[in-house]
């Protein structure tokens, strides 16, 4: 079945050095994607959304970039600190209104100080 | 503004008992979904509750059920547990009608199926 996927399950940086985190999605009828991450022994938490008629959107130190044409999704996160050292998911939403919601496997951020 | 609220955080049952894990949604918000996450994977979608009804589902067998109340807060219930239902249970909510409204998570309870 259609699904959403990360290509990377862990990502070691460099404290201060930017992040790059990619995911594949393939259902086309997709309209809505969703970054989460989520720290040990918590849920996930928020970070930044896109809907499906934008390219590009900034955030606090985070911008998401969306390219429907080859179906990929990332999160870019500036100057990395160590306590962005958590597992990131993205998410898409099943093309209902209901903001039902599939998630990838996630990839682990490590921070290196 | 108060967040989302999960009880109790741990839980250990025997495999074929039932359990009830509680939800509180954030303040303002009506709409309550439930999630299970196994060790290592993303959430996966168990279902959806507006206005204490069930208005989506995963691929979740019956014995998962569901109520929300009033007041906008929910239950999960499993009956006949099994080992594989071992998982940390997300409650998040949302508000309906808000186009896109991000789902908001509570930091889960702990299940262990023995």
């Known amino acids: 079945g259609e699904s959403v996927g990360l290509h990377l399950p862990t990502l070691s940086v460099q404290e201060g050095d930017n992040s790059i985190i990619n995911c594949a999605y393939s259902?086309?009828?997709?309209?809505?994607f969703i970054w989460y991450k989520q720290e040990s022994g918590k849920g996930p938490q928020f970070i930044i959304d896109i809907r499906s008629n934008m390219d590009k959107r900034q955030g606090q130190r985070v911008t998401v970039l969306l390219n429907k044409t080859v179906k990929h999704l990332s999160l870019q996160i500036a100057a990395t600190q160590p306590g962005d050292s958590a597992v990131y998911f993205c998410?898409?939403?099943?093309?209902?209104?209901?903001?039902?919601?599939?998630f990838g496997g996630g990839t682990r951020l490590m921070v290196k100080p | 503004e108060t967040g989302v609220t999960q009880s109790p955080t741990h839980l250990i049952k025997t495999r074929g008992q039932q359990v009830t894990l509680r939800c509180s949604s954030q303040?303002?918000?009506?709409?309550v979904s439930w999630y299970q996450q196994a060790l290592g994977q993303g959430p996966q979608f168990i279902f959806q509750?507006?206005?204490?009804?069930?208005?989506g589902r995963g691929n979740f067998p019956p014995r998962f059920s569901g109520l929300q109340f009033p007041n906008y807060s929910s239950e999960l219930n499993v009956n006949a547990l099994e080992l594989d239902d071992s998982a940390l249970y997300l409650c998040a909510s949302s508000l309906a009608g808000q186009i896109n409204s991000p789902l908001h998570f509570g930091n889960g309870t702990r299940l262990t199926v023995t």
């Open positions: 998410a898409e939403n099943m093309g209902n209104a209901g903001n039902m919601l599939t």
């Open positions: 259902n086309s009828a997709s309209d809505y």
């Open positions: 303040s303002g918000h009506n709409t």
């Open positions: 509750y507006y206005r204490e009804e069930e208005n």
